[in-house]
């Protein structure tokens, strides 16, 4: 299973940003989808995640800004992330539930991918 990243990049605060995510294999649409992310010198956090039934679920510092949305036919999930905070700069992760559904712990998920760098300057 491997999982691409992309989208990430430098904006300002207030704009909007939409990252993607490519999974390979035929699973995608079985199991949930989670992004996280991950600020220089902090831990891991969860950001939300959509369960395969496309039911969705977010961390309350994003809740109301970002969305996330999968599109079964292209194996691809996305976090559309709207106005952008300067405490959201982080790299930002998606990773494949060990289940169709999952909550916000990172041993929820089994694979991960590589990551992407979003840098929203204030």
């Known amino acids: 299973v491997q999982l691409q990243a992309s989208g990430g990049g430098l904006v300002q605060a207030g704009d909007s940003l939409r990252l993607s995510c490519a999974a390979s294999?035929?699973?995608?649409?079985?199991?949930?989808m989670g992004w996280f992310r991950q600020a220089p010198g902090k831990e891991r956090e969860f950001v939300g995640r959509i369960n395969w039934d496309g039911s969705t679920y977010y961390a309350d510092s994003v809740k109301g800004r970002f969305t996330i949305s999968r599109d079964n036919a292209r194996n691809t999930v996305y976090l559309q992330m709207n106005s952008l905070k300067s405490e959201d700069t982080a790299t930002y992760y998606c990773?494949?539930?060990?289940?169709?559904?999952?909550?916000?712990?990172?041993?929820?998920?089994?694979?991960w991918g590589q990551g992407t760098l979003v840098t929203v300057s204030s």
């Open positions: 294999g035929r699973f995608f649409s079985s199991y949930a």
């Open positions: 990773a494949v539930g060990a289940r169709p559904y999952t909550g916000w712990d990172p041993w929820e998920y089994r694979y």
